[in-house]
C-alpha cells in the first residue's frame, strides 16, 4: 500500500474525534456493566451509584492471573493440530498458514478446569475478581496495542491493513495498522480472536454458575440455559474456526486497539453480563417458557450455521452437491454470488440468526430489566454497521455484480423489514 493510497482510504467510526471517544468509551461501558450488574437496581441507563477506587480495581493477582491464563491459552495454541490451513491470498500473492485446533484448546482447558476444581481450585471466587480482572486487562490491551502500533512502523507495505494507516495516530492505533501480526508463525490477531477471550467468557460463565449454586443450593434453570446457549456458541466458533479465516477481522481489518480490547477484554467481561446478572439478580422460569426460549435459539442456531455453512461450503468448492444446484450470479473477479438458498433470502442471513440467538440468550432474564437486553442492543447496532462497511467492500470487489445482487435480493438483514 503507497502512503497516498492509506491517506486516501475513508474514514471510519468518525475519523480520529469519533475513534477518541471510542478509546473512553468502550473500556467505560464495560465497567459500568460490570458496576450495574452487582448493584441493586441493576440500572442500564443510569449512571454508577459509585466509582470504584484504584484499590478496588488494581490487583496484581488479577494481572498475575491473567497472564496465567494467557500463557496457557499460547501454549495450547503452540499444541500440534490436527489441520494447519491457508488463508485467503494476501497481496503480495503468498498465503499464511493457521493451525485449526481451537475446539482442542477449549477441551483441554475444560479438563484442566476439571481437574483443578476436583483438587480446589476456588473457580467461584472468580466473580469476586472481575472488576481487577477487567482493570488488568484493559491496561495489558492499551499496552499490547502500543507495541503492535510500534511493530507496525517497521512492518513492510504489503504487510500492512487498507484502513489502518491515514497518518493519524491515534486512528491508526485504532484500527491497527498491520494486517497479520506475527511472531514467526504465531499470529497475534487469529489467537485472540478465538481463544483467550471466547473460552475465557465461557469459563466466567461457569464460574457465576459455581457460585451461584454455592450461595443458592443449586444453579437456576436460567443460569443454565444461558451457560448452555453461550457455550454452544463458542463451542461452535472454535469447531469451525476455519471459517474465521473469511471474516473481514481477518482479511480486511488491522490489528489494533479495537480488536485487541475486543478480543481479550470486552467480548468475556461483557458478553457475560447475562450470567452475572442472574448471579445478583436470581429469575424465576418456569419450563414451558424455557422451552420456548430453547426453540427460539435452535430456530436462530439454524439459520446461523446453515447460512454460515452455506456460503463457506460454496467458496471452497462451488461443485460440491450440497451447494452445486443453487442460483448464482457471475461477477467479473470470476467469483460467484449465492442469490437462492440462504443468501437469496435475505444479504446477511448470518446476522439475522445471530440476533435471533442474542434474543435467547438475554430472555433467561426475564423481562424486569433493561441490563440484559444490552447486548441484543448493542450487537444490533454492531452488525448495522458492520453490514454497511461488508456492502462498501463488496460493492468495491464485485461492482455491477454486487448491485444487481441487491436488485435481486433487496432485503439486508430482516426480510420485509430492514
Ligand atoms: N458475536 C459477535 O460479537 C460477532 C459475530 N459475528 C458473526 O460472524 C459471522 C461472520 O460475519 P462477517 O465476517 O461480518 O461476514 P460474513 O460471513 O457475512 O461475510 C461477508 C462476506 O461474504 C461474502 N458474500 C456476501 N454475500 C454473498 C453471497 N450472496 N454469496 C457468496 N458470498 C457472499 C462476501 O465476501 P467474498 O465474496 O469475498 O467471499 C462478503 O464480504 C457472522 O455469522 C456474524 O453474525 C460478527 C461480528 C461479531
Ligand atoms: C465494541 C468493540 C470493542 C468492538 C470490537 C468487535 C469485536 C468484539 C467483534 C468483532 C468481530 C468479532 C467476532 C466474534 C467475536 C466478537 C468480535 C471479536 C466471533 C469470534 C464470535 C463467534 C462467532 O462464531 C465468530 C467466529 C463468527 C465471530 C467472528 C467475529
Same mark, same amino acid.
Request: net charge neutral; charged share 10%; proline share 8%.
Given at each position: 500500500?503507497?502512503?497516498?493510497?492509506?491517506?486516501?482510504?475513508?474514514?471510519?467510526?468518525?475519523?480520529?474525534?469519533?475513534v477518541a471517544a471510542l478509546l473512553i468509551l468502550l473500556p467505560a461501558t464495560m465497567f459500568h456493566l460490570l458496576l450495574a450488574a452487582r448493584s441493586g437496581p441493576a440500572r442500564l441507563l443510569a449512571l454508577p451509584a459509585y466509582l470504584p477506587g484504584l484499590e478496588e480495581l488494581w490487583s496484581p493477582w488479577a494481572l498475575l492471573?491473567?497472564?496465567?491464563?494467557?500463557?496457557?491459552?499460547?501454549?495450547?495454541?503452540?499444541l500440534p493440530a490436527r489441520k494447519v490451513a491457508e488463508g485467503l491470498e494476501l497481496k503480495d500473492k503468498s498465503r499464511l498458514r493457521y493451525p485449526i485446533n481451537g475446539f482442542q484448546a477449549l477441551?483441554?482447558?475444560?479438563?484442566?478446569? +476439571?481437574l483443578g476444581v476436583s483438587v480446589g /481450585? #476456588? &473457580? +467461584?471466587?472468580?466473580?469476586?475478581?472481575? /472488576? #481487577? &480482572?477487567?482493570?488488568?486487562?484493559t491496561l495489558t490491551s492499551f499496552i499490547f496495542s502500543l507495541l503492535l502500533y510500534a511493530k507496525a512502523l517497521v512492518a513492510p507495505?504489503?504487510?500492512?491493513?487498507?484502513?489502518?494507516?491515514?497518518g493519524n495516530s491515534m486512528y491508526d492505533f485504532f484500527l491497527g495498522r498491520e494486517l497479520n501480526p506475527r511472531l514467526g508463525s504465531f499470529d497475534f490477531k487469529y489467537f485472540c480472536e478465538l481463544r483467550p477471550g471466547l473460552i475465557g467468557w465461557v469459563c466466567i460463565n461457569l464460574a457465576l454458575l459455581m457460585q451461584e449454586a454455592e450461595l443458592r443450593g443449586s444453579p437456576s434453570l436460567a443460569m443454565w440455559l444461558v451457560n448452555g446457549f453461550q457455550l454452544l456458541y463458542v463451542g461452535d466458533a472454535l469447531w469451525y474456526e476455519e471459517s474465521v479465516l473469511t471474516t473481514m477481522d481477518i482479511i480486511?481489518?488491522?490489528?489494533g486497539f479495537m480488536l485487541v480490547f475486543g478480543d481479550l477484554a470486552w467480548v468475556p467481561f461483557t458478553?457475560?453480563?447475562q450470567a452475572q446478572f442472574l448471579l445478583y439478580h436470581p429469575q424465576p422460569l418456569g419450563l414451558p417458557m424455557a422451552l420456548l426460549i430453547c426453540l427460539l435459539k435452535a430456530i436462530g442456531y439454524y439459520i446461523f450455521r446453515g447460512a454460515n455453512s452455506q456460503k463457506n461450503t460454496f467458496r471452497k468448492n462451488p461443485s460440491d452437491p450440497s451447494v452445486a444446484g443453487l442460483e448464482t450470479i457471475p461477477?467479473?473477479?470470476?467469483?460467484q454470488l449465492l442469490v437462492s438458498g440462504w443468501w437469496g433470502m435475505v444479504r446477511h442471513p448470518n446476522y439475522l440468526g445471530d440476533l435471533i440467538m442474542a434474543l435467547a440468550w438475554s430472555l433467561p432474564c426475564g423481562l424486569s430489566h433493561l441490563l440484559p437486553y444490552f447486548y441484543v442492543l448493542y450487537f444490533t447496532a454492531l452488525l448495522v454497521h458492520r453490514e454497511a462497511r461488508d456492502e462498501q467492500q463488496c460493492l468495491q470487489k464485485y461492482g455491477r455484480a454486487w448491485q444487481e445482487y441487491c436488485k435481486r435480493v433487496p432485503y439486508r438483514i430482516i426480510p420485509y423489514v430492514y
Open positions: 500500500m503507497t502512503s497516498r493510497e492509506a491517506s486516501q482510504a475513508p474514514r471510519e467510526f468518525g475519523g480520529p474525534l469519533g492471573l491473567l497472564f496465567i491464563w494467557l500463557g496457557l491459552q499460547v501454549a495450547l495454541y503452540l477441551v483441554l482447558t475444560a479438563l484442566l478446569m +476439571g /481450585l #476456588p &473457580l +467461584g471466587a472468580l466473580p469476586g475478581m472481575l /472488576l #481487577p &480482572l477487567a482493570f488488568a486487562t507495505a504489503s504487510a500492512l491493513a487498507p484502513g489502518g494507516n491515514s480486511h481489518d488491522g490489528f458478553y457475560s453480563l461477477t467479473a473477479t470470476g467469483r
